[in-house]
T-cell receptor, first 110, second 113 residues
Framework: DVKVTQSSRYLVKRTGEKVFLECVQD?????MFWYRQDPGLGLRLIYF???????EKGDIPEGYSVSREKKERFSLILESASTNQTSMYLC?????????FGSGTRLTVV | GDSVTQMEGPVTLSEEAFLTINCTYT??????LFWYVQYPGEGLQLLLK?????DKGSNKGFEATYRKETTSFHLEKGSVQVSDSAVYFC????????????FGAGTTVTVRA
């Protein structure tokens, strides 16, 4: 069964901490994405990557960065977490056949 | 740019009721259209899709027809079950946006026994 695995289901971090959200896919997909999901706003694209070491800003990249050192792994980094980054974060990978989403990481910044 | 507008929720229904969730879109190109479903505690799953005008996507008793003339892709199910309680997202992807997915705000549906 193909999978996108997000390392943490729930995280609680303090304001100002550096936070890493990890995502691994086992489908050999080239494309990977990070979204955040907020009530009433749907899913908004933070960053995406079409290849190793390649990254592109999405619609709301401010306060985030990403890393893609290996094809299967795409990390989202919050350099200095803030309370307005409390959200559900969803990772996805895609091929020409469609998208596969992870189960999400619910991050709370206190 | 591309955008998706879907019916606001929450929607609460009784079992066996008819469900409609409206979705309209704006796109510069000729998009593919999708409905995704998110069950409690899970990620998004593709429910159905349509890639050209007048296509009908269907799955698990849900249907949606790609209407280019009204730029719509409304989701319908004739008889809902408690297990259909979830958040439903309409989405599109378009070559002009490198086939990235653009999502609507989501509609929370609760079905009561």
């Amino acid at each position: 069964d193909v999978k996108v695995t997000q390392s943490s289901r729930y995280l609680v971090k303090r304001t100002g901490e550096k936070v890493f959200l990890e995502c691994v896919q086992d489908m050999d997909h080239e494309n990977m994405f990070w979204y955040r999901q907020d009530p009433g706003l749907g899913l908004r694209l933070i960053y995406f990557s079409y290849d190793v070491k390649m990254k592109e800003k999405g619609d709301i990249p401010e306060g985030y960065s990403v890393s893609r050192e290996k094809k299967e792994r795409f990390s989202l980094i919050l350099e200095s977490a803030s309370t307005n980054q409390t959200s559900m974060y969803l990772c996805a990978s895609s091929s020409r056949y469609g998208y596969t989403f992870g189960s999400g990481t619910r991050l709370t910044v206190v | 740019g591309d955008s998706v507008t879907q019916m606001e929720g929450p929607v609460t229904l009784s079992e066996e009721a008819f469900l409609t969730i409206n979705c309209t879109y704006t796109a510069t190109g000729y998009p593919s259209l999708f409905w995704y479903v998110q069950y409690p505690g899970e990620g998004l799953q593709l429910l159905l899709k349509a890639t050209k005008a007048d296509d009908k996507g269907s799955n698990k008793g849900f249907e949606a027809t790609y209407r280019k003339e009204t730029t719509s892709f409304h989701l319908e199910k004739g008889s809902v079950q408690v297990s259909d309680s979830a958040v439903y997202f309409c989405a599109l992807s378009d070559r002009s946006n490198d086939y990235k997915l653009s999502f609507g705000a989501g509609t929370t549906v609760t079905v009561r026994a």
